[in-house]
């Protein structure tokens, strides 16, 4: 059972910065992603990455947020700058297969952007 554990959040004020960290515990997956949900939405794809550093960004975050992985780490990291209020949100890490996911979701980590 793949485990997959979140971390980084917190509460920042507009402008700045955090860095997620996703640690997966068993396999190495080829693609993972980062995923978050707002209240009362749905969750939304942030950032995927595969093992050889090729990466997906949603227009929503481009140019603000860099996704990154250490494959020997089994590690996933979300470079969030310039963050805005619209940000706020549960991040979630996944490995994204077909219409599904390798693993089940874990706890996610909250990003909370206000002033």
């Known amino acids: 059972q793949v485990q997959l554990v979140e971390s980084g959040g917190g509460l920042v004020q507009p402008g700045g910065s955090l860095r997620l960290s996703c640690a997966a515990s068993g396999n190495v997956f080829n693609v993972m992603g980062w995923y978050r949900q707002a209240p009362g939405k749905e969750r939304e794809l942030v950032a995927t990455?595969?093992?050889?550093?090729?990466?997906n960004i949603a227009d929503s975050v481009k140019g603000r947020f860099t996704i990154s992985r250490h494959n020997a780490k089994n590690t996933v990291y979300l470079q969030m700058n310039s963050l805005k209020p619209e940000d706020t949100a549960v991040y979630y890490c996944?490995?994204?297969?077909?219409?599904?996911?390798?693993?089940?979701w874990g706890q996610g980590t909250q990003v909370t952007v206000s002033s």
């Open positions: 996944n490995a994204p297969a077909g219409r599904g996911f390798l693993s089940s």
């Open positions: 990455i595969t093992i050889l550093g090729g990466t």
